[in-house]
């Protein structure tokens, strides 16, 4: 008999922190450093969770920070063990909610007076949380 696992939904995002800060009158490196954190996932009610993702970017001369906390809603059909749930939080949330991150820093850096920032695409499925 095949194990039955839980069907999930994506429900939204809402990004719930951001900043950025330029030093003024000094070039922006392309060279960026990209850290994640995660909090992991939060029961919110019955198959409901909510995941937090935080996304600080920092060019090699530290001209540029900047700091974005993002929250993904997702809801399973089912009850999910333990050891599911951690590899869906732990890959398969922040692979979902990365995207939105990457348009959001397009955006705000280019509406910041910098050149846009596009972060590439990066295969989140093999990083662990901090």
């Not at 700091?67 to 089912?78: K, P, R």
Request: aromatic residues 10%.
């Amino acid at each position: 008999m095949a194990e039955q696992i839980a069907k999930f939904r994506f429900l939204r995002y809402s990004i719930i922190k951001s900043s950025i800060e330029i030093d003024d009158g000094k070039v922006v490196d392309e060279d960026l450093t990209v850290e994640f954190s995660q909090e992991g996932a939060e029961c919110i009610e019955n198959n409901l969770y909510k995941h937090t993702l935080g996304v600080d970017i920092v060019d090699k001369n530290n001209v540029m920070r900047i700091s974005i906390v993002v929250v993904g809603l997702f809801e399973f059909d089912s009850d999910i063990d333990e050891k599911l749930k951690a590899t869906f939080f732990n890959s398969s949330a922040p692979a979902i909610l990365f995207p939105y991150v990457r348009a959001y820093v397009t955006t705000l850096t280019g509406l910041s007076g910098v050149n846009p920032v596009i972060l590439p695409t990066l295969n989140l499925s093999m990083r662990q949380s901090k």
